[in-house]
């Protein structure tokens, strides 16, 4: 894994080599250096265990039955989607989830357009923050069905779900948004 | 409450980063791939494993010297083995003083996962490993030495 064929020609030995290496002529017992190397592998690898907590996994388990459950603090009246068990502002304990249909706008948005290792989608593709109807929170995911040019801060945007039997207790039962707005429809 | 028990999943987070290194420490590794053993000259003495810059003076270390890869064991703590670590059995994380240096070097020494042939200034040699690339990994770990 050192030393790919392909590195780039920037991190290519210098010329001529450094002069600090370079031994006084008065040393007899000189070694023969070899080339210096420029890189070293350094991965960085983390197995660790997800865990979503209570009340991330009423959120989840809805995901799976193809329902979007937001919760309100019953002191200040921040409405949390995805929902924790408390409020962060507060840290009331949040009352029991309700139904929201996932309908947003744009609140802001990135798009890929780089490569990198282990990526799932192909770029571009747009990322954004979704202020979903009737939440104080925002909710990040893919939109598509788009050109990623097209796309803008306030667009109306809706979800699509998964079929029913790909759902499962995670975001990726919703595959991506859309736009909604009617120049889409 | 609705709330049934936490779920969880398990996840892995991983960056393939290569770093760039200067003079020494790369030709440091270099000569590893070579079994070859190299320090840096500094105020204290010679360092090995080598660095570009002096710890005491901040100056750029002196020249590069090649060293026999053999030392004496320092300090050690017992470790178990686990998956990707140097040695498949339980075995020692050691500083060794490679012969000639000032100061030590970081790394695992085999003792056939019997802690009680460790001791502080036991004589210790580098095992090479067969497939060499260019980096730290170049030393399998330290063997005592007969």
Not at chain 1, 16 to 33: G, I, K
Not at chain 2, 7 to 24: D, I
Not at chain 2, 26 to 54: H, I, N, Q, S
Request: aromatic share 8%.
């Amino acid at each position: 894994m050192r030393e790919p064929a392909s590195e780039p020609s920037v991190l290519r030995e210098p010329a001529s080599e450094p002069s600090v290496l370079r031994e006084p002529a008065s040393e007899p017992s000189a070694p023969t250096l070899p080339e210096p190397l420029t890189t070293m592998a350094s991965p960085f690898r983390m197995d660790y265990t997800y865990v979503a907590g209570t009340g991330r996994s009423v959120f989840l388990r809805g995901l799976a039955e193809g329902r979007m459950l937001a919760r309100r603090c019953p002191a200040c009246a921040q409405v949390y989607l995805p929902p924790p068990e408390f409020c962060s502002r507060c840290l009331s304990r949040l009352d029991e989830p309700f139904e929201l249909d996932g309908r947003g706008v744009i609140s802001t948005f990135c798009v890929v357009s780089f490569p990198f290792p282990g990526q799932v989608h192909e770029p571009p593709y747009v990322v954004a923050h979704i202020q979903v109807e009737g939440s104080g929170t925002r909710l990040m995911h893919l939109v598509r069905e788009v050109d990623p040019a097209d796309v803008r801060i306030g667009m109306e945007v809706e979800p699509v779900w998964a079929g029913e039997d790909e759902r499962e207790n995670s975001l990726t039962s919703i595959r991506h948004y859309r736009p909604a707005g009617d120049e889409y429809a | 409450m609705t709330e049934g028990a936490s779920l969880s999943a398990p996840y892995t987070l991983e960056f393939p980063f290569e770093r760039t290194v200067g003079p020494k420490i790369g030709t440091f590794f270099a000569g590893l791939k070579e079994r070859r053993l190299f320090g840096a000259r500094a105020e204290r003495g010679v360092v090995c494993p080598p660095l570009e810059f002096d710890p005491d003076t901040g100056a750029e270390t002196g020249e590069l010297v090649e060293l026999a890869p053999a030392g004496t064991v320092a300090t050690w703590t017992w470790a178990r083995s686990r998956a990707g670590d140097p040695v498949a059995r339980d075995f020692a994380w050691a500083l060794v003083a490679i012969d000639g240096t000032a100061g030590s070097f970081f790394h695992a020494v085999d003792v056939g996962g019997d802690p009680s042939r460790m001791q502080v200034g036991m004589r210790v040699r580098v095992r090479w490993r067969g497939d060499r690339v260019g980096d730290l990994r170049d030393i399998e770990c330290f063997e005592v030495a007969p």
